[in-house]
């Protein structure tokens, strides 16, 4: 049923009311000796990394943070199973290959009340008991002359170091506070229990285990002790998130908060008190009253952790790094924080996407050095030469120092009363040895050192040469390859063989985005016309003209560099060869001397053998009560006014040749007649949306130009018509069905821009129900949350694409809107999805209007198909992305934008030739947005090795970490997202041991080697194992993670980068020339007297500590006192001085790098919106159980260790 009305004709009267000690060492090179860290010493560039490891106390695993309130327990139910080693990551349907691991740990030397937790291990079984050489509980940082042994080689260790060795603060073991004793290890909580008090793992107690004395108080390193009783978040404890044998969580008693071990902490003082031993140096301690004796040697797969990381970096020169250091010490009367109550609600800050979530501060000191809030009233003391800023490490709340490290007999063995006050401190005694943090590798120093040494444009004229990284600004000069901005590898040097490609297990993949804005300085691709004969191919494999193509017999023929096939040259393209074989042409033609061109196609590479007509755009916007009420309907209908005049365009001197139409829809559809020649626009009702048509042909679509003043007057009353609305019902399935009939009647690709509000609950076609279960997270049903509800959007999809139909959707939901089914055609069609979650238009309007008209003006291409030729050898044999796939080699894309990527895997099928190496051919056939049919052509030439040195040697970490986000990512909708995250541990753990066995100098087990183009392989990857998607906070909707998800899958490797590691600027160096060097992302790097501009992605924020100089903030805020800044303020003052305009200018360039807008967030310290801040603060432990950047290096030796022994 449709009905037909004249827009004016509706009385408006009328309503329708509802209402990284380490050195660098290039692979294959000789390394010398780690003797004893003596003095900063300078690494020699490309040299390996290494991490010395002593033998000493067993280490706990990296721990959670204690689960958030409310959250599910997490990945505790799938066992491993032994799968062979392939290329790639293993397949997810099992988990992956790891030794047999058998016999259980034996913990007799430890004394505790209640169950016992099971050792928890997320990345697999516990191995077998091993003594090894040297056990990674302490860690050494060497520099000296080679050991008689040889270059690289250091002797074993005993397990008595000797005195002048520097070997770390004891460790704990597996648990947090003890469980009462009656609860059932095998039993789920009851529901009412909250999270915070639950722990993940149980098992009952050994035989052999006692009670320790847990009535005494918890110490924490602050000489002062808490007078109030912990809060209710610091009871018994998640040991890790690398998770063991799958034991159901058991709950602890709400009413009775457990003191974490009274054993004390490590000191973060600069020495220990009288009566300690320094360190352990000469053996193991004497056992404390209160304490455990020391633990036996862990099983080997047991991760382990460093000490508690050291003071923020000095400025050390490239490539050095400065020597241990004494620790800061927290500053006096810092309060602490986030103690206890729960996160605020989320409508104060309205969620987006990642991370606007707000998360539960971390508890109490977890195993393996974790920390967590002290009491209510404690304060960490001042220390005799302490500066201001941040204590070293403390992923709790700001100001607090590491709580006791469990199971320990402490690093203060003599020190009497353990658990009670303890006495005021005395004069400082002999500094304690503690790890220095920046002696583990630090993205910071690799993106600084990578920028220093790229100061000359990039040519791509030499083949397999690694560009500079992403995070440099750099100049690229097309001599035969392709621009990184088009295509980046991950590795430049591929091995010659599949057993060579497996034994590494280095994924070979290329990140490939064909449309990508070149900078104003780099010429975009040139265009070549053959006219109506079309571009020059191969006979047999089809690749098109490139420099790869060798002429031979004076011209008149060629051999293709992909397939060796000879082709004959067509007598118009003929042209001399000169004496070194090259056409006297060469440098005249673009196809045969750059990387990237396009060619204008003809009618043949037409669909139906017709040129196509110009693109049209649909907009289609829901006037349901919740979109009218936000104010999102009348904020749409404004834009669409002026944005109507910036419809992209191949020419900017002419108009843009896209027609556009309108509909608005709640339960039924309205379709607008907009033709030149009416006084006012008319509404067509479709009632009936089970049978989707279009009711108007003429008048729908529209030339802006022609029937602006129509347009203009539909759009001032759209609002008005649904201002009384009470329809709070909406389909979605139809509305798509409606765009797409609408592009098939008038015979054209385009593209819908779908805005869209709630739940599709009504009667139609592709109506959902609300799914979203907390109690599936973590369990082997939460992968059906991120499959489609019902098939009728696959189906859509798929027509979608035939038509060359693009999808974007614009989302702005209260509540649960399924974005994992919404989201199946704008991904399936090349489209976009963004979310606003909590709209509102006084603080989200900016955001959503910019990103907007960078949408509707971006350029983009339709009706694409993509395919990626190898030479013989290799094939793409996987791609991931927002795309289509009807076949095993074409990558159709119903829209193709500037900002997508596709990330595709290559296999071997043949060997590979050193001499000649390795070519890929990307093309990509689409309709300009003025209607021309046109093909863009991307280049890529890679060397290939035969020893694995050289394919270490010449990776690309960033590249290699976006695939595997997206293989990881892509594999959650079909697999437990534990299975996920042990088979991105396995392959890491396999990729550094080939390294260790087959490149590296021969050395002691107990040092960790990393090869240097992937010496932050592990930190990196542990921010994907972090991400929500994969290990989501408590409070992260299923809609963030599923949004998420389909966000990252269309990202190029720069947006990785800046999602998975944040860029954190220290505002208060800002200069006007330069960027001032980023710090870490880690809370102990802020300084509570500076202020810091951490950059996402998909956020901005600005972090105020409480004591910054008045001076700073009235040039920034123009106020004087902390107090007066407003923490709901959405855009910086614009005031007159200088560092207030350069501070705006350096947010707006940093905007302008991304493809979305990123809205700013001012969060002062230790306010509510810290939480969401400190969630991205990724060197640290995380509140939903992520282990911290050192705890995830040592799991990570110990992988490794455990896969050579």
């Known amino acids: 049923m449709w009905t037909w009305h004249s827009v004016a004709a509706v009385p408006l009267n009328v309503r329708f009311c509802y209402q990284e000690g380490i050195r660098e060492q290039h692979p294959g090179t000789a390394s010398s000796s780690v003797g004893h860290r003596a003095s900063p010493f300078a690494t020699n560039n490309g040299l390996p990394y290494y991490l010395h490891l002593y033998r000493g106390q067993a280490r706990g695993p990296p721990t959670s943070a204690p689960p958030p309130v409310s959250a599910p327990q997490q990945y505790n139910q799938y066992s491993h199973s032994q799968g062979d080693m392939q290329n790639g990551p293993p397949p997810m349907t099992q988990a992956p290959p790891r030794p047999a691991a058998a016999q259980s740990y034996n913990q007799g030397h430890m004394n505790m009340t209640g169950p016992h937790p099971s050792y928890p291990q997320h990345y697999g079984p516990p191995p077998t008991m091993q003594q090894v050489t040297s056990q990674m509980t302490g860690m050494q940082i060497t520099s000296g002359p080679p050991t008689p042994a040889g270059p690289g080689y250091a002797p074993p260790h005993s397990s008595q170091p000797p005195i002048s060795t520097y070997s770390a603060p004891p460790q704990p073991s597996y648990t947090q506070a003890p469980p009462p004793a009656s609860s059932a290890p095998t039993q789920p909580p009851p529901p009412g229990v909250p999270a915070a008090s639950q722990q993940y793992y149980g098992v009952p107690p050994l035989p052999s285990q ?76 004497p056992i404390a009253q209160g304490s455990f004796p020391p633990q036996l040697t862990p099983p080997s797969s047991q991760p382990g952790s460093f000490p508690p990381p050291g003071p923020p970096p000095t400025s050390a020169a490239s490539g050095q790094y400065p020597p241990m250091s004494q620790p800061q010490q ?125 100061n000359e444009p990039f040519t791509t004229g030499v083949r397999g ?246 347009i203009e007057s539909l759009l001032d009353q759209i609002p008005e018509m649904f201002a009384d609305t009470r329809e709070t019902e909406t389909v979605f399935g139809p509305v798509i069905q409606a765009g797409l009939e609408a592009l098939k009647a008038a015979d054209c690709a385009g593209k819908l821009f779908v805005f869209h509000t709630s739940l599709p609950i009504a009667e139609a076609p592709g109506k959902l129900k609300n799914r979203e279960d907390k109690k599936l997270i973590g369990t082997d049903k939460e992968k059906t949350l991120f499959q489609p509800q019902v098939g009728v959007y696959n189906n859509l999809a798929k027509e979608c694409v035939a038509q060359g139909c693009c999808v974007d959707l614009f989302l702005f939901p209260n509540q649960y809107v399924d974005v994992a089914t919404l989201g199946v055609v704008p991904v399936s069609t090349g489209g976009s999805i963004y979310k606003y979650t909590y709209f509102q238009a006084q603080t989200d309007q900016e955001r959503f209007l910019n990103d907007l008209r960078r949408d509707v003006q971006k350029q983009v291409g339709f009706d694409a198909v993509m395919r990626v030729r190898t030479s013989t050898g290799i094939r793409a044999t996987d791609f991931f992305g927002s795309f289509y796939m009807n076949n095993t080699t074409d990558v159709e894309l119903a829209g193709l934008d500037c900002d997508k990527a596709i990330t595709v895997e290559f296999k071997h099928d043949d060997k590979l030739s050193e001499e000649t190496g390795a070519l890929m051919q990307c093309a ?42 997206k293989y990881a990512f892509r594999g959650v909708a079909n697999n437990p997202t534990k299975a996920v995250r042990d088979t991105l541990v396995n392959q890491c753990a396999q990729i550094l041991a080939c390294y260790r066995k087959n490149c590296a100098s021969p050395s002691s087990a107990g040092q960790l ?96 500590g409480a004591s910054v100089q008045q001076e700073l903030l009235l040039n920034i805020f123009g106020t004087p006192s902390f107090s007066q800044i407003d923490p709901n303020m959405i855009s910086l003052p614009v005031l007159d001085n200088p560092f207030s305009q350069r501070l705006r200018e350096v947010v707006d360039s940093f905007r302008a790098q991304r493809s979305r807008y990123m809205k700013l967030m001012v969060v002062k310290q230790e306010d509510r919106a810290e939480l969401t801040f400190r969630h991205f603060l990724v060197e640290d432990k995380s509140a939903s159980g992520g282990a911290s950047y050192v705890d995830f290096l040592c799991h990570m030796h110990k992988e490794i260790r455990q896969l050579l022994s």
């Open 465 to 710: 040469q690694a560009p500079p990284l992403v995070t440099t600004n750099f100049q690229v000069k097309d001599q035969g390859n392709a621009s990184p901005r088009f295509i980046r590898c991950t590795a430049y040097n591929m091995p010659c063989t599949s057993d060579m490609a497996k034994q590494s297990q280095v994924p070979l993949a290329a990140v490939i985005k064909p449309l990508a804005t070149l900078p104003p300085d780099e010429a975009p691709p040139y265009v070549v016309d053959h006219g109506e004969t079309g571009p020059i191919r191969c006979n047999r494999c089809k690749a098109y003209m490139c420099p790869y193509m060798q002429f031979i017999e004076g011209g008149r023929r060629f051999q293709c560099g992909f397939c060796s096939c000879v082709t004959e040259v067509p007598p118009h393209y003929f042209q001399h060869l000169d004496h070194t074989g090259k056409r006297v042409d060469c440098y005249d033609r673009p196809e045969l001397s750059l990387g990237s061109y396009e060619y204008l196609a003809t009618v043949d590479y037409c669909k139906n053998n017709k040129l196509p007509q110009p693109p049209a755009f649909i907009f289609l916007i829901d006037v349901s009560y919740n979109a009218v009420k936000s104010g999102m309907v009348s904020i749409i209908c404004n834009e669409l006014k002026s944005l109507l005049d910036l419809l992209p365009r191949q020419n900017p001197e002419v108009d843009s040749v896209i027609r556009v139409g309108f509909v608005t829809y709640n339960k039924v559809l309205h379709f607008y007649n907009v033709k030149s020649t009416l006084a006012q626009p008319q509404m067509l009702v479709v009632s009936d949306v089970s049978d989707m048509f279009v009711p108007l042909l003429d008048g729908f679509l529209v030339n802006v130009n022609e029937s602006r003043q129509v």
């Open 210 to 285: 006692q009670p320790f004395d847990s009535s005494r108080p918890p110490t924490s390193q602050q000489q002062f002790t808490s007078s109030a009783p912990p809060p209710p978040s610091q009871q018994t404890f998640p040991p890790s998130s690398f998770s063991g044998p799958p034991t159901r969580p058991q709950a602890a008693p709400v009413s009775q908060p457990q003191p974490p071990f009274s054993a004390a902490p490590p000191s973060l003082s600069s020495a220990p008190p009288p009566g300690s031993q320094p360190g352990f140096a000469g053996g193991p301690p």
């Open 924 to 965: 990509v056939l689409y309709t300009s947005c003025s209607g021309q049919r046109r093909l863009r052509i991307h280049n890529m030439a890679v060397n290939c090795c035969a020893q694995l040195a050289d394919l270490y040697r010449n990776c690309e970490t960033d590249t290699i970490i976006n695939y595997f986000a």
């Open 330 to 454: 927290p500053p006096a009367a810092q309060p602490s924080p986030y103690h206890s109550g729960p996160p605020p609600p989320r409508a104060q800050m309205p969620p987006t996407s990642m991370g606007q979530s707000n998360h539960l501060p971390p508890g109490p000191q977890g195993p393996l050095g974790q920390q967590g809030p002290p009491g209510p009233l404690q304060q960490p003391p001042v220390q005799p030469g302490m500066q201001t800023g941040y204590p070293p490490q403390q992923n709790g709340a700001f100001g607090q120092a590491r709580s006791p490290q469990p199971g320990y007999a402490g690093p203060y063995p003599g020190q009497p009363n353990y658990g009670a006050p303890a006495p005021a401190p005395t004069a400082a005694p002999a500094p304690q040895k503690r790890l220095d943090p920046d002696a583990i590798p630090s993205p910071i120093q690799v993106i600084e050192d990578d920028k220093a040494k790229s």
């Open 1009 to 1104: 080697i990393l090869p240097e183009c992937m010496k932050l392989l592990p930190v990196y990857l542990n921010c994907v194992m972090k991400s929500d998607v994969l290990l989501p906070g408590a409070d992260v909707s299923l809609d963030d993670r599923a949004y998420l998800k389909q966000l990252i899958g269309c990202m190029d490797v720069a947006e990785t980068h800046v999602f998975f590691y944040p860029r954190l600027l220290p505002v208060m160096k800002l200069e006007s020339g330069s960027l001032p060097v980023a710090v870490r992302d880690s809370e102990e790097r802020l300084s509570k007297g500076g202020v810091y501009l951490m950059e996402t992605g998909l956020h901005l924020f600005l972090w105020v």
